[in-house]
Every structure is written in C-alpha cells, then in structure tokens.
C-alpha cells in the first residue's frame, strides 16, 4: 500500500524560504500525477502546485515564481520550494498521488488517491 510522508514544515518569517518533502513508500507509477495542496482551517483543500507524468508542471496563480514543485524517482520523493513566503501562506500543506498513469496536471483533489498527513507552514509578519 502505498504511503506518503511530508516533512519541512515549520515557522519562518514573511520573506523566508521552506522547502517540504514528501517521501513516497510502496510502489506507485512513476507517470502518476503527485501534487502539492494546502488547507487551512476553515477553508476548501486548494491545489498549490502539480506535476504531471509527462512532467509538466502547474501553479497556483498565487504561488507563481514563489513556489518551485520537483520530483527525484530515484528518491521516491517530491519536494516543494517555497520561496518569498507570505503570511497568505500558512497552512498545512499536503502531497498527494494519482493511483494511475496521469498525463495532464490536474488541480482537483478527487484525482488523488494517495495522500500524506500533512506538514505545517506558518509565516508570521
């Protein structure tokens, strides 16, 4: 069964960088859709940031040149850089995984099968 793991959360200051981490057990498709969402309390699950398996990449309009998504397989591990950091920001940040084959980044959360605990961030002002 497959497992996700995020880490790197943490509090940083508006203008600070964190970069998260999502560690991958079990087998999934190396041309699964992984993805960075975040929620915070009170609000709906948004997609932040997507990476097809055809490796095209997706931001949100309000992490655009922030936010860098980056996939290592050798790894089994998907990272998210966050960059410039804004109190807007804070919330748990989640990754998930398509179960199969996904060839076009896709922002809602019902493409996802798998999904992590979540991680975190918070940027104080």
């Known amino acids: 069964q497959v497992q996700l793991v995020e880490s790197g959360g943490g509090s940083v200051q508006a203008g600070g960088s964190l970069r998260l981490s999502c560690v991958v057990s079990?087998?999934?498709?190396?041309?699964?859709?992984m993805a960075w969402f975040r929620q915070a309390p009170g609000k709906e699950r948004e997609a932040v940031a997507l990476?097809?398996?055809?490796?095209?990449?997706w931001y949100a309009d309000s992490v655009k040149g922030r936010f860098t998504i980056s996939l290592d397989n050798a790894k089994s591990a998907l990272y998210l850089q966050m960059n410039s950091l804004k109190p807007e920001d804070t919330a748990m940040y989640y990754c998930?995984?398509?179960?199969?084959?996904?060839?076009?980044?896709?922002?809602?959360?019902?493409?996802?099968?798998?999904w992590g605990q979540g991680t975190q961030v918070t940027v104080s002002s």
């Open positions: 998930g995984g398509s179960e199969r084959g996904c060839y076009t980044p896709n922002s809602s959360p019902s493409a996802y099968k798998f």
């Open positions: 079990g087998y999934i498709y190396s041309s699964a859709c």
């Open positions: 990476h097809s398996g055809d490796r095209r990449t």
